[in-house]
Every structure is written in C-alpha cells, then in structure tokens.
C-alpha cells in the first residue's frame, strides 16, 4: 500500500510532498488482500511481522514536486496534486532484509517514550501549510500526555542509532555525489 506525506515541505527554493511505493513483487502480490472484520484486533501488527520476517521489501520513494501554486495549494491538504499533471519523481530506492519488525523492547520504548517532530529540523526544511503549523501544536501536547500516561518524566530524541534499545543494523548506503535536478530538467531528460 502507498504512502503519502499528506502535505508539503520545504527544501531550500523547492517544495514537495512525498509518496513511498512498495515495489517489491512479494508487496505487489499481496496489494488488494483484505482483512476480515472478524479478524483479531493486533491482525495488522502481526501479519505485518509476520511478512517481513519472511520476507524483503522494497520501497521508491519519490516526491511530488510544487510547481503551480494555483493547482497545487500548499495550504488545504484536501485539494490532492494531480499525479497525472505533476508526478511523483523517484528519489531513492529503499531495501530491507527479512527482519523483526514488532521487537517488544523496541515498540514499548518507541510507544512510551520517543518523540517524533517534523518541526525538529532546518528552517529550510520546515513543514508547511495550515496543518503543519497546527501539528506542531498537537504533537507538543500529545507527547506530554503520553509521558503522563505511560509514567515518564521526559521524551528522548536519539541522536545515533547506538541509543536505539534494539539490535537494529545502521544502513549502510553507498551514496556518491550526484548534482540536484530540477524538476524542469528531468521533464526534458537531461
């Protein structure tokens, strides 16, 4: 199933939003399966383990870039950006070995006491529009609650992987240098 970043966000001069595609052909074929309303109430948490325990998964991850802001608002998430008019561009390709993905001692640290911020980053990387600006404020509160809730007195805000409570392997990305292009360069192939 396709994700999307609901709205946009700053990069420098540019402005996207964001789309993830599952492309492995494992993810392809199980794409349209549903799930009963009978079915266990954990049924998403464990058939999601259960697949990618056994198996690799693949992901594009591409953005939507803004070019009209008449036809593109960045304001009302409501209005979507015409895929057909300005399509996602692929940036990367993410790969994941088979892996546990619901360690306990991982999701009860991550449930109780992480913390997860889009405003935490560069102003040239800011969210933008009307519910971004109103996220900023929920999620303030929210974390809060949650550290109220779950008995904490503060959230964390890993600054390595080697703070993560899990044995979770940092990626390792070849990634050479490539110069930015801009969404007109690419329409034209260059």
């Known amino acids: 199933m396709p994700e999307y970043s609901q709205s946009a966000y700053r990069h420098g001069d540019y402005v996207a939003k964001y789309g993830l595609f599952p492309t492995g052909e ?3 074929a199980i794409a349209n399966e549903t799930i009963g309303d009978d079915a266990p109430i954990n049924i998403l948490s464990q058939e999601c383990r259960n697949f990618h325990m056994h198996n690799q ?8 870039m803004l070019q009209n802001l008449d036809e593109q608002p960045v304001d009302d998430i409501g209005v979507e950006w015409d895929p057909e008019k300005y ?3 692929q940036m990367a390709t993410l790969e994941f070995e088979p892996q546990d993905s619901w360690l306990p001692e991982f999701r009860v640290w991550w449930d109780d006491r992480i913390t997860v911020n889009t405003w935490h980053g560069l102003k040239a990387h800011q969210p933008l529009g009307s519910t971004n600006r109103m996220r ?4 303030a509160e929210s974390r809060k609650l949650r550290l109220r809730v779950n008995g904490h007195r503060e959230y964390i805000e890993p600054s390595s992987i080697m703070e993560v409570p899990a044995p979770i392997p940092a990626p390792q990305l070849p990634m050479p240098f490539s110069s930015a292009k801009t ?3 690419v329409a034209v192939g260059a």
Do not use: G, L, N
């Not at 998964?57 to 939507?64: G, I, K, L, P, R």
């Not at 900023?136 to 999620?139: E, H, L, Q």
């Open 26 to 28: 494992k993810q392809r």
């Open 136 to 139: 900023r404020v929920v999620y």
């Open 183 to 185: 969404t007109a360069e």
């Open 57 to 64: 998964v693949e992901y594009a991850f591409c953005a939507q």
């Open 87 to 89: 399509p996602f561009e």
